[in-house]
Every structure is written in C-alpha cells, then in structure tokens.
C-alpha cells in the first residue's frame, strides 16, 4: 500500500509507508486533530481537501509498531470552540476512516433522521415571529390529511397568523409553505417516499421556497404574528399541538433563520448514548428536545 | 396494532420461529412485512449491546440495512396495492356493467 496525497494549500504532498495503516480523519475546516493512545499522541502526517469544500481529511501515519488490537486510538478534533472524538481500534496496514463533526456533543449520537410513526412531535422554543427562513431536509412516509412537517398558528383558526410547512392536502388546503393566512401560502407538491433538501424565505410581501430544485413564490403580505412554539412533525395553535394530524414522516437537519440571518435553531436528529432516547439537538440553544407525543421515534441510521 | 417477532439480536420478523419474542406493537402499522424485518426493534426495558460495545436501551427502533432498502421494499408494496386496487375497482365496473347489460 503506498497513497500519496497533495497537501491542503499547496505543498509537495507527502508519501505514507506500505507498512503503515492509513488513518483518514474527516473534519470540518478550520479544525485541528490528534490521535491519542495511552502516552502517544499524533499529528496529521498529512492535510488534504476532500470532495466537499467544507471538510478536510487529516492523514495520519500509524506505523506497526503501534497496531494494537486491545486499546483504541482516540481521535479529537476541536475549531477552538466545539470538540468531537471517537474511538477506533488499529490493527493492521489497512485504510481506517473516521468522520467527526460537531453537530451534537459527544453524549449524543446523530443519525440520519428522525422519523414519526403519528404518534411522535416535538415541541421547539421558536415562534413563528421570529423566523425569517431556513432549510430542512425530510420525507413523507404516508400521507395524515392536514398534517404539517412543522408550524404553529394563532388562536382563532388554524393558520391565520401561521408560519409552517404542510406537507398533506385536507379538505381545500394544500402542501406549501403557510405564512400568516391560508389565503397566502405558497403551494408545492410533496409526494410521499421522496427525499426533499428545502430552502425557504419569508417576510411580508415575499415569500420564496425551493423544494428540492423546484420553485414557489408569494407575495402574500401577511405577517405570522403567532406565539405558539414551533412544533416538529405537527402543527401548534390555541394553546394545542394538533395530535390528530401528527404526520408520517422523516425529518432531518432543520435550521431556521431570524431577520438578521442569524441561526436561531440548528436542530440534529440524534439518540441519547446513556440511555438511547431519541431527540433533535439544537445547536442553538444547547439542549435536546425529545418526542412530547406518544411512542417512540424511529431513528435513522447512526452519522458515522 | 402489528405482531412482530424478535431474535436474539432483537432483529424483527414477519413469521414466528422457536426461541423468537412476540411483540404486539402499532410502530409499523403502515409498515408492509417486508420492510419491517429491515428493523431491529429493541423493546422498553430491553439491552441489546452492538458489536462495537455499545449499549443500546429499549424502546429503540432502527433500520439494520440502508435505509434506501426499507424505502424501496415500502414504495414497492404501495405501488402493487395500488395496482391491484385498480385492476379490482376495474374488474367491479366490468360486472357491474355486464349485471346492467343483462338487467336493462
């Protein structure tokens, strides 16, 4: 085995020993990695861009006299603000892979998603006031009529004042994005057993969403004064999450924006390590918020 | 409210077999069979420990295989039905139009 490699930035590259197993970190950039095993404590023998401009791989060079098939190495990476670390035990010349990122701590263990059965919500501490845009990423398993992927509303009727995405059509109401009447949403189709990546932007007078590469826009010039929390997998007004029309869908990264295009939630599907209860962890806020409803969530396949 | 079977590494099954833990469960109730034997299903009260070590504590649900393969078996199933809804609401039409033919 023999890799050679060009350098982050420039450089000659570097050449890794056919005797050496290869050890890829994958971080987010701007991070620094070591690899620790009881006293010795490694650094990237090499720094490369991977395919995803964000990331970069550190390269480290574990020579054979360091294969240990009993103590794991551990590997820490830390952007001076947040720390991710996992364990891997090396054993021979081969190639191993670790990805680290800090999308939760390490009491968590992100998966892919979150997905509800109907029975499964989640309360957020965001309102509909303060939301000026986002992303998020889902799938719609089966179609609840009415059912929303997130929203609230205000007292007298289920989406005047409303910010949410509703992603079943019930009685005249379509899928899209409702901002402050229904009058004023803007409609996109959601089929069931597709994945969608969403962006969308809100204000009065504007409202635009891409679903997925498919484009809508409103000019609809309400105003989401509602101050319900935003709840996931449902939709919340008078003072009640809608039980009935919790829907049947995955829901992944979700991140929503405020006026000043600052995060205001950051939310990763994980489980809790301690004891496998399954939640979103918001990044924002710093805490993990579980399922309010009945049941238990689906969890997707751990991030690795 | 679906009957599952559990094996040892709380894997689910369709059809029960010796040793297997029947669980009565509404989690898949919109699951066809072969998407949930691509589950493993820990119950409340449960541990299953991974080969990694870990523990992982009931009630826990979560696709042993890419999720691309529960989706497929799944999307698969909705189609067929689908299908076959059609041909049978066909099938009623054609003799309820013959009755009519022979009636009228």
Sequence with gaps: MSLTFNMVGGGGGGKLKDTDAVLVVTVPTGSTVTATKGGTTLTPTIWVKAADQALDCAIFSIPASQFDSTTPWTITATDGTNTASKTILIVSNKEYEVKLSYHVTSEYQEVEFLQSTGTQYIVTAVKPSDVRGGTFSFNKTADVNYAFLWGAGSNSSNVENALGFRISTGGNQQTGLYFGAVSGNTSVTVRTATDYDVQFACASGSQAIDISGVTASSSYSGSPTSSYYITLFTFHYANTVKTAEICKAKLGHIEFYNANNSKILDMYPCYRKSDSVAGMWDKVSKTFLTNAGTGTFVVGPDVN | ?104
Aim: hydrophobic share 35%.
């Design chain 2, 1 to 104: 409210m679906k009957t599952i079977y559990l094996d040892k590494d709380y894997m689910c099954h369709v059809n029960n077999s010796d040793g297997m833990l029947e669980i009565k469960t509404d989690i898949f109730d919109s699951f066809c069979d072969g998407a949930i034997e691509c589950y493993r299903f820990v119950p409340s009260g449960e541990k299953w420990q991974r080969l990694d070590g870990k523990i992982i504590h009931g009630q826990f649900i979560q696709p042993v295989t890419p999720v691309t393969i529960p989706d497929a078996v799944q999307t698969q199933y909705n189609r067929d039905e689908a299908a076959y809804m059609e041909e049978l609401a066909a099938l009623i039409e054609e003799i309820y139009n013959e009755d009519m033919e022979v009636i009228g």
